[in-house]
């Protein structure tokens, strides 16, 4: 799940994912970052969560990393073909 708060030309976009059965941690890594997995912080109710501040009318491609090696899109975006024969999630802020 993706929530998005825009103040001006920044928008704070917080990721959420819902636990699955045998997730112990979840990364995401997108295009604002170069693709530098980043650990997301697990809630008391078991979601992960992290907020990135990001450019108004910019979009990016992005996803979570789960348990080090799968690979997942987030539900609430569009998913786009990748590289690697999978598929990324594009954010348009």
């Not at 699955?20 to 979840?26: C, F, N, Y």
């Not at 979601?47 to 987030?74: P, R």
């Amino acid at each position: 799940m993706v929530k998005l708060k825009q103040n001006g030309q920044k928008v704070w976009v917080t990721f959420t994912v819902s636990p699955l059965d045998g997730m112990d941690e979840v990364a995401i890594a997108g295009e604002w970052n170069e693709w530098v997995e980043e650990p997301m912080k697990q809630k008391k109710n078991g979601e992960y969560s992290i907020t990135k501040v990001l450019s108004a009318g910019t979009s990016f491609q992005f996803g979570y990393k789960c348990n080090g090696s799968e690979w997942m899109t987030d539900e609430a975006c569009p998913a786009v073909p990748s590289p690697f024969a999978s598929h990324n999630s594009l954010l348009e802020l």
